[in-house]
């Protein structure tokens, strides 16, 4: 069964009137965690689409870079969007319970929001709302500012700290730095990804994370940082 035949399936268990919220409370646990993300990033996408006052192809395309849909399930895709466009719920009702969803599990968090900037950046622009949109999610997410910066500036432009980057300070001895970076990669690795219940298609989601790992430590090796 494919991921989107099992994403209809999760819309089809809502009743009638039911917000799309309503699922964050159903699917926490395996294996139905990779529809629970899909659906995430999708609702909170459509959230913030509306923030800006405007959906651009572009941001339609996004999807489509973050998640492989086939022509036959599109509609599925869309059908997710337009619920979380028209619930009269609030994105940041949307944000709290998708944290309770996924259990304070800060990878997953982590994961979800870098999708949010791919596609708040899709159109070439990162305008004020989606700031202010992408700065409160991260907050209800509790991920910490450093981090919120680091990826802000990774896909907004400018280049990020590179010590940031890898969550040490200009202080930390080289085998430590070393020792993060190493664990930075394998936290990025796809196999870490899907074992921890993430889509196939999301596993592109830290393609762009894991280059800039790589660069911050060869900057920092180089002297360049």
Known sequence: MS?????????SSLAPGEALSGLFDRLRAPPERSVAFTIAVIALGAKMAKADGRVTRDEVAAFREVFTIAPSETAHAARVFDLARTDVAGYEDYARRIKTMFADDADTLRDLMEGLFHIAMADGQYHPAEDDFLHRVAAIFRLPDREFRSLRARFAGG??????????????AMEDIRAAWRAAVRESHPDRLMARGLPEEAVKLAEKRLIAVNRAWENIQAGTA
């Open 3 to 11: 991921l989107w035949t099992r994403i209809l399936d999760a819309l």
């Open 159 to 172: 280049e990020p700290d590179c010590y940031e980057v890898l969550g040490v300070t200009r202080d930390t």
